[in-house]
């Protein structure tokens, strides 16, 4: 008997939700918010308001496209955590009562764990090889920068994190010290893509370890400008695809000094990357030069689920599932915490 897991998330911005048979994707709808462009950030209260406006219909889209009735599921998989709160809630509260109505169960899923098990949905077509127990897997997001040792789907280690701001923020205030719209780091990546990434150089923060600092750079990146925009006003726009690559490629050196060690370290050269930043095409390339020049096996996911979906959310749900894994109606969400 197959089965059925409907995923929902809602931790930040993206209301989504998907339904899996076991590990296989049937569909996975993502409904973004536009609302927070005017304000170059997300606004958690919009948030919420948003999710609770998308949230029925892109569950119902979601189950019509996989091709099932809602009484087809065999349970319900929501990310509980980390987020933010309000987002969380609507989510959550949604999660239980379906499973309440529908008599199935429930499963609480760890946002930062859904990103790495995202390698494991699989889409029908375009099979590929599934990381092997242990790797390393170098999350990124707007939220996050983690390596984490993968040791089996529940079982994972933070070996390294950020001490100050994530990758993807390092991405989106330097954007935004330019100008540029939120989210910034795909804007960044398409610019840097005409710009030259040794025009101009920042200054780095590299501290002992496996952890990551990003403030330095930030800070580094805005007297940069600061300086420049006294001697010539039109600085950024003169040099805009040169200041992308620029910056591009110092975040993503300073990703892949970490990751190196960490591999030089445990030994382990089975090595992925997951969470939206992995959708940097920089990063991407960085990540498959290893697999050329030091052998590494590398897993790159899809763009699709890269940034934030329910498909991951539906396989982290599946293999709790079959370790009959289950959440009580008394869940409640959680802002922070590690994985
Ligand atoms: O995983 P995600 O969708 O949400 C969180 O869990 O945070 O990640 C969003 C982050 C944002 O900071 C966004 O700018 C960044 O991922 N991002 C990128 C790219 N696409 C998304 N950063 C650099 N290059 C990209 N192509
Ligand atoms: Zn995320």
Redesign the pocket.
């Known amino acids: 008997m197959p089965t059925y897991i409907l995923g929902i998330e809602s ?2 911005d ?1 209301t989504s939700a998907s339904v899996l048979k076991d590990n296989i994707v049937l569909s996975n709808i993502i409904a973004n918010q536009q609302v927070h462009k005017d304000f170059g950030g997300v606004v958690p209260e919009l948030a919420s308001r948003a999710h609770q406006q998308n949230i029925i219909p892109v569950i119902d889209k979601a189950i019509k496209n996989a091709n099932i009735n809602k009484s087809d599921l065999s349970a319900i998989a929501f990310t509980r955590g980390p987020g933010l709160l309000g987002s969380l809630l609507v989510g959550t509260s949604f999660a239980k009562a379906l499973s309440l109505g529908l008599n199935i169960p429930l499963i609480e899923v760890n ?1 930062l764990k859904a ?1 790495i098990l995202a390698h494991f949905v699989i889409q029908p077509g375009k099979e590929k090889p599934l990381p092997e127990f242990p790797f390393l897997c170098l999350t990124v ?3 996050h920068t983690q390596i984490v040792m993968v040791k089996g789907f529940s079982e994972m280690e933070i070996i390294g994190q950020t001490i100050d701001d994530a990758a ?2 390092a ?2 205030k330097s954007a935004k010290i330019m100008g540029l719209e939120y ?4 804007m ?2 398409k610019y840097a893509k005409e710009g030259n990434p040794d025009a101009f150089s920042f200054a780095k923060t590299n501290i002992p370890g496996l952890d990551f600092s990003f403030s330095g750079l930030k800070t580094s990146f805005l007297y940069f400008l600061r300086d420049n925009l006294k001697k010539d006003p039109l600085f950024i726009q003169n040099n805009l695809a040169n200041l992308c690559a620029s910056m591009q490629s110092a975040i993503v050196n300073t990703l892949m000094i970490k990751l190196k060690l960490a591999s030089q370290q445990t030994g382990i050269t089975e090595i992925a990357i997951a ?3 992995s ?3 920089g990063l991407r390339k960085a990540i498959s030069d290893m697999h050329e020049t030091a052998g590494w096996k590398v897993h790159i996911p899809e763009f699709q689920f ?3 979906n329910a498909a991951m959310i539906a396989v982290a749900g599946y293999y709790k599932f079959l370790e009959g894994n289950f959440a009580q109606q008394s869940v409640t969400p959680y802002s922070r915490g590690g994985i």
Not at 183 to 186: A, E, I, K, Q, S
């Open positions: 931790s930040c993206d946002h990103h997001s707007g939220g993807g923020e991405f989106d989210p910034g780091g795909p960044i990546d969470g939206g930043v959708a940097n095409s890269t940034t934030d």
